[in-house]
């Protein structure tokens, strides 16, 4: 596996209070990592920092051999695509302009828009689904509308990594299901590495090459679903009794009877 992104010992606190310790990693190409923890084990910090919106404070993250510190910013929008926990869209833009939005790394300051551009917005568009929905106020859709269309957004800044917090959280079934297949379909397509971050164990169980497990701003487990995902491992990352069955390939997650 291609290494893309590289932790080395990395740290990180805020306001003297640490939050994560000692981490390492190294994510390629060709797979979906899912982080698995509880709220407030690290999980959304550990994503800003690797995507250069927090700033290293002690170790390091590689992009492709390089720190992200060094990048510039326009350049590493254009390799690392961010999509926060449920986007907030304060002014009423359409779908079409918050998608051309995310070409701001290939538009010079004072330039507008070219025909590329909405090309680019359009085909992501269609590549999620949403083609439909170009014309409507990014504030009067769905929050599961607006997750396709914060993933879009991404998309047209063609990037080599997405990082995503808790992409599918507040989504019913149908759009938590739609998502993830499309960013299986991504990479698979485009050999996009995907890092996603969630609380969520069945999503994690279902869609995920591979589970990355943190608590208290610490991985302890890394590995494959059918090699991380057990009895121990489970009730140690959410403070609770559960009982772990695997049949027929499948994995069956449940509470302990007291």
Do not use: W
């Amino acid at each position: 596996m291609e290494t893309t992104i590289e932790c080395s010992d990395l740290d990180f606190a805020y306001d003297g209070s640490e939050v994560l310790t000692g981490i390492n990693l190294s994510l390629g190409h060709g797979k979906m990592f899912g982080i698995l923890g509880a709220n407030g084990a690290g999980k959304s910090t550990l994503l800003k920092v690797v995507s250069g919106i927090l700033k290293v404070q002690k170790g390091k993250v590689l992009y492709n051999g390089k720190p992200v510190s060094g990048f510039d910013r326009r350049e590493l929008a254009k390799k690392i695509a961010y999509i926060p926990q449920d986007p907030v869209f304060a002014f009423p833009f359409t779908v079409s302009e918050v998608l051309l939005m995310g070409r701001a790394p290939y538009i010079g300051r004072f330039e507008f828009e070219r025909d590329t551009d909405r090309t680019i917005a359009e085909a992501a568009m269609e590549t999620v689904g949403i083609s439909h929905l170009q014309h409507r106020l990014i504030t009067e859709i769905s929050s599961g509308e607006r997750q396709l269309a914060s993933i879009a957004r991404a998309l047209v800044q063609e990037p080599e990594v997405m990082l995503l917090d808790e992409p599918a959280t507040f989504l019913d079934i149908r759009h938590r299901t739609e998502i993830m297949k499309i960013l299986k379909r991504l990479k698979e397509e485009r050999d996009i590495l995907i890092i996603a971050a969630t609380h969520d164990i069945f999503t994690a169980l279902f869609h995920f090459d591979e589970i990355i497990m943190i608590k208290g701003g610490k991985i302890f487990a890394e590995g494959s679903t059918d090699d991380v995902v057990n009895r121990e491992n489970l009730s140690f990352l959410y403070d609770t009794d559960v009982s772990v069955r695997k049949e027929n390939g499948n994995i069956f997650v449940y509470p302990t009877e007291s």
